[in-house]
């Protein structure tokens, strides 16, 4: 599962002629869903059915949206497992991690063409690491 995640809020408070007075920082811990819902996992995708059930995704499939990604690992990923597309460009996540493209991403390797206008043109290859 996710790690949980921490976050800092500070707040200024002002004083009448608008002047900053008071600075108070706050660390406020943030802990995924999955982390502390806890139950029964019915379709074995690693999401309890409570958690399943606020997502809208179904506890009895492992893959809501039948992109070939099990909704626990969408989820782990922040892919949308609601949409087979979670980036909007035409090609399903599962499809874009076999090619090696971020399917949050609609062009992958920031060279002007989308993921599937590369497909198309038959130039499409994953992304580089720097």
Avoid: K, N
């Amino acid at each position: 599962m996710r790690a949980a995640l921490a976050a800092a809020i500070t707040i200024i408070i002002c004083g009448c002629d608008g002047q900053s007075s008071l600075s108070v920082v706050a660390s406020v811990e943030l802990e995924d869903s999955a982390s502390r819902i806890r139950g029964p996992d019915s379709d074995g995708d690693r999401l309890p059915d409570e958690l399943e059930r606020s997502l809208g995704t179904d506890p009895s499939l492992p893959d809501t949206d039948g992109d070939g990604l099990h909704d626990g690992d969408e989820f782990d990923q922040g892919y949308d497992p609601l949409r087979t597309d979670s980036d909007g460009d035409g090609i399903d996540d599962g499809e874009e991690l076999t090619r090696g493209s971020d399917p949050t991403r609609i062009d992958s390797d920031d060279d002007s063409l989308t993921d599937a206008e590369e497909i198309a043109l038959g130039t499409h290859r994953p992304p580089q690491p720097p």
